[in-house]
């Protein structure tokens, strides 16, 4: 999808340079972060101030050099925005919509992006939404990812592409030292990661003074928590089960992967301010 986009706005550039096509990344990136900061209970415009300051906390060059995983930060930042006001039970049939259509755009996006979907259906069937809807947004998604599957087995396109990245063998014959070795390198790595990255720092310390303070009323925000663990869960089984160099592919890939993520957090710490302002009021 991303690069579809790119050549798309690279095309229809006056000039025909590949650079205009960086316009839809930085575009996506933007109305995501102010989607956002437009949910804050701040008054008059004062909104903007977090969205400057979540654009001086997240931005960083490098990722505007083609890499998809803005559009991916980007798509789960809005995705995370509609869930919240799904769980907070103010949803109207258009953020279920809007979560559908995501998901979609998601298993178009990137690989990972399949899986994300998967966790965002997951997170819809634990809300509190009528059963309709949860079975027209389970049909709906499984409908995106067979139509995917098919276009691309017509096609001959390969949905993977690195095939040689995973192979049953080498899965089947992972040994429990080989397993434990593997871990160390991916939990330390994740750590290190995750200490380098500004944005999950804040969404780590927001989500752990709710469950610290506010632990009995997680009611709203406990989605958050649900994907943090199932992403979690999903970079220990993506490296883990690789057949690749594990050092050279986590020192290469993870950084992206948690920034991919981070924006879906960054709901937290609007709805904690949002509680602050209420009480200070």
Same mark, same amino acid.
């Given at each position: 999808?991303?690069?579809?986009?790119?050549?798309?706005?690279?095309?229809?550039?006056?000039?025909?340079?590949?650079?205009?096509?960086?316009?839809?990344?930085?575009?996506?990136?933007?109305?995501?972060?102010?989607?956002?900061?437009?949910?804050?209970?701040?008054?008059?415009?004062?909104?903007?101030?977090?969205?400057?300051?979540?654009?001086?906390?997240?931005?960083?060059?490098?990722?505007?050099?083609?890499?998809?995983?803005?559009?991916?930060?980007?798509?789960?930042?809005?995705?995370?925005?509609?869930?919240?006001?799904?769980?907070?039970?103010?949803?109207?049939?258009?953020?279920?919509?809007?979560?559908?259509?995501?998901?979609?755009?998601?298993?178009?996006?990137?690989?990972?992006?399949?899986?994300?979907? &998967? /966790?965002? !259906?997951? +997170? $819809?069937?634990?809300? *509190?939404? @009528?059963?309709?809807?949860? #079975?027209?947004?389970?049909?709906?998604?499984?409908?995106?990812?067979?139509?995917?599957?098919?276009?691309?087995?017509?096609?001959?396109?390969?949905?993977?592409?690195?095939?040689?990245?995973?192979?049953?063998?080498?899965?089947?014959?992972?040994?429990?030292?080989?397993?434990?070795?593997?871990?160390? &390198? /991916?939990? !330390?790595? +994740? $750590?290190?990661?995750? *200490?380098? @990255?500004?944005?999950?720092? #804040?969404?780590?310390?927001?989500?752990?003074?709710?469950?610290?303070?506010?632990?009995?009323?997680?009611?709203?925000?406990?989605?958050?928590?649900?994907?943090?663990?199932?992403?979690?869960?999903?970079?220990?089984?993506?490296?883990?089960?690789?057949?690749?160099?594990?050092?050279?592919?986590?020192?290469?890939?993870?950084?992206?992967? $948690?920034?991919?993520? *981070?924006?879906?957090?960054?709901?937290?710490?609007?709805?904690?301010?949002?509680?602050?302002?209420?009480?200070?009021?």
């Amino acid at each position: 999808f991303g690069q579809y986009i790119w050549a798309f706005f690279a095309k229809m550039s006056f000039v025909e340079n590949e650079v205009f096509g960086r316009l839809f990344y930085l575009l996506i990136y933007c109305f995501s972060l102010l989607y956002l900061s437009s949910k804050t209970n701040f008054k008059n415009y004062i909104y903007l101030v977090i969205f400057i300051f979540l654009i001086l906390l997240t931005f960083e060059y490098k990722l505007f050099s083609g890499l998809q995983e803005i559009i991916i930060f980007s798509l789960l930042t809005i995705v995370s925005v509609n869930l919240f006001n799904i769980y907070k039970k103010e949803s109207s049939i258009i953020n279920l919509i809007q979560c559908i259509l995501i998901s979609n755009i998601l298993i178009w996006t990137k690989a990972e992006g399949f899986v994300y979907s &998967i /966790i965002v !259906l997951i +997170l $819809i069937l634990f809300s *509190s939404v @009528n059963i309709k809807y949860k #079975l027209l947004t389970t049909i709906s998604i499984l409908t995106f990812i067979t139509l995917k599957y098919l276009i691309y087995y017509f096609t001959e396109f390969n949905l993977d592409p690195r095939p040689d990245s995973y192979t049953f063998d080498y899965i089947l014959n992972l040994d429990l030292m080989m397993i434990l070795s593997k871990l160390k &390198i /991916i939990i !330390l790595f +994740l $750590i290190y990661y995750l *200490s380098t @990255n500004e944005v999950m720092i #804040l969404n780590l310390i927001t989500l752990g003074l709710f469950f610290y303070i506010n632990y009995k009323n997680l009611n709203i925000i406990k989605y958050i928590y649900i994907f943090l663990l199932l992403n979690f869960l999903f970079i220990l089984v993506a490296y883990l089960f690789t057949n690749l160099n594990i050092e050279y592919y986590v020192r290469t890939t993870m950084d992206r992967i $948690i920034f991919s993520t *981070s924006g879906f957090y960054i709901i937290s710490a609007i709805h904690f301010l949002n509680l602050y302002i209420k009480k200070s009021r």
